[in-house]
């Protein structure tokens, strides 16, 4: 039942070559920053992951990609990141662009064992219909395209058919889980981090604090044990390092009162 890993680099040590991976995080908000650049140093290559967004330019999923080491992306948003766009528009990287909300529920359906679902967002739009570029060729046209979907009316009103995510490996991070796997998320960074797990055949999270089996309270842990398989602790100096993807601060009172 011990599921801890003592470094990094064993944690991720069988994320082999062509590997699906469900990536946690929103933003630069509960990114599994430690594990990415283990896998990184790994070298693992062609690899197909599924994540909301796919960081941002020198952090977190970012890096990977900038070493070209993803092939495809299933998400929702290319964000702040310069290169995801231009890889895209390059053709250079296969992209899946899925409604955010249809995105979270394919990764929390294919953890619970749901193969498919209907759901009305995207209905009458490319993302029912097909014709979105999944990706581009050298000259900027569309070389590979979304296929059309079944729709089916309920009650009245249309839905698409989304099939569930699964994937080989997911990378998480928590901010307390004990031996057994079982974790607790703090605040923004509970977006995507449970349905991620969810949907990863082997999870893999790391935590800010590690505890003892029975310090959690069952009203406490966000995501059960079962769903994850190792877990990493952080170093005190790990678990401080997080980034801010936008920066905004208040003018003080009295530099308002002097403009005025």
């Not at 990287?93 to 394919?106: D, M, S």
Request: aromatic residues 4%; glycine residues 14%; charged residues 20%.
């Amino acid at each position: 039942m011990d599921k801890v890993r003592q470094t990094a680099a064993e944690a991720v040590a069988d994320i082999a070559d062509g590997s699906s991976l469900a990536v946690g995080g929103f933003g630069l908000s509960g990114v599994p920053n430690v594990l990415i650049q283990a896998l990184h140093e790994r070298g693992s290559g062609r690899l197909s992951v599924v994540s909301n967004n796919c960081g941002v330019d020198g952090s977190g999923l970012g890096i990977l990609l900038a070493a070209g080491r993803i092939a495809r992306v299933t998400g929702s948003y290319i964000g702040e990141n310069r290169e995801f766009a231009r890889q895209y528009l390059g053709g250079e990287l296969e992209v899946e662009l899925t409604p955010q909300g249809t995105l979270a529920e394919r990764l929390r359906a294919g953890g619970a064992g749901i193969p498919a679902f209907f759901v009305p967002a995207g209905v009458g739009t490319p993302v029912a219909d097909g014709g979105l570029p999944w990706r581009h060729d050298p000259g900027g046209g569309v070389a590979v395209a979304s296929p059309a979907k079944e729709v089916r009316e309920f009650d009245g009103r249309s839905h698409v058919l989304e099939r569930g995510l699964t994937t080989d490996f997911a990378l998480v991070r928590a901010a307390r889980g004990d031996r057994h796997g079982n974790l607790v998320f703090n605040k923004a960074a509970r977006n995507f981090n449970p349905l991620a797990a969810m949907a990863g055949r082997v999870t893999v999270a790391e935590v800010e604090e590690l505890v003892e089996p029975g310090v959690l309270g069952p009203d406490e842990v966000h995501l059960p044990g079962v769903f994850v398989q190792r877990v990493l602790p952080l170093s005190p100096a790990q678990a401080a390092d997080k980034h801010v993807e936008k920066r905004t601060v208040s003018v003080p009172a009295a530099r308002e009162g002097a403009r005025a």
